[in-house]
């Protein structure tokens, strides 16, 4: 069983919907857990992050943690064009000071 | 906005090749890494770096490679004798309190 999975999409949305983003893990000592958009040839950027288990609202952005399932998701309100790019999942058991594990990315596409 | 910097943006060498990926962190971090990403790929942990010394490395993260701060702004990572299978894009990263901050990446093609 992989650390990280995450479907790889492509996800194809209309401007304006709600976003579902998900990765599922299998290492029960995460305790960090970050969103990253990666727009083509680019590097990552931090969207969210995350401690624990709950929920935390940034703008049009919400991310959820379950570790009871093993489970996040992001979600994306009142989705843009300029909101398409790959969204990368990643988690560690320590934050930052140890190394991330990523999911291999969902490609969304918002169109017009 | 303070950013992780990394040039080149590409690379091209020979298979058998020595080529040095350079960042500069952001300024008050004390913590680097380096991550590769092979086309179509994860985003894969490399290496970890503090006070001066490797805190981890992955697997990947063999003899061939090396890091270095050579003073207190620039970040290297070379790869002393590349291969195909080092094609790859590669990100320098900075944090600080947990949070990791990643440059553009250097495209590294061997041909």
């Known amino acids: 069983q992989k650390e990280v999975e995450q479907d790889p999409g492509p996800l194809s949305v209309p401007e304006g919907a709600i976003v579902s983003l998900n990765c599922t893990y299998s290492?029960?000592?995460?305790?960090?857990f970050m969103w990253y958009r990666q727009y083509s040839r680019k590097g990552p950027e931090l969207l969210m992050y995350?401690?624990?288990?709950g929920n935390k609202e940034d703008g049009r952005f919400t991310a959820q943690v379950d570790k009871s399932s093993k489970y996040i998701s992001l979600f994306i309100r009142d989705s843009q064009p300029s909101d398409s790019a790959t969204y990368l999942c990643?988690?560690?058991?320590?934050?930052?000071?140890?190394?991330?594990?990523f999911g291999a990315g969902t490609r969304l596409a918002v169109h017009p | 906005e303070p950013e992780v910097t990394q040039t080149p943006s590409h690379q091209v060498t020979q298979m058998g090749q020595e080529v040095i990926l350079r960042c500069v962190p952001i300024s008050n971090h004390l913590y680097f890494y380096w991550y590769r990403q092979i086309l179509g790929q994860k985003v894969e942990f490399l290496v970890s770096f503090y006070n001066n010394e490797i805190s981890e490395k992955s697997e990947i993260f063999d003899d061939q490679f090396s890091v270095e701060r050579p003073d207190g702004s620039n970040f290297t990572l070379k790869i002393r004798s590349t291969k195909l299978e080092d094609s790859a894009m590669y990100f320098c990263?900075?944090?600080?309190?947990?949070?990791?901050?990643f440059g553009s990446g250097t495209q590294l093609s061997v041909l």
């Open positions: 990643a988690m560690s058991d320590s934050g930052g000071y140890n190394k991330l594990i």
């Open positions: 290492n029960s000592a995460f305790q960090y």
């Open positions: 990263a900075s944090s600080e309190r947990g949070l990791l901050f």
């Open positions: 995350t401690y624990s288990s």
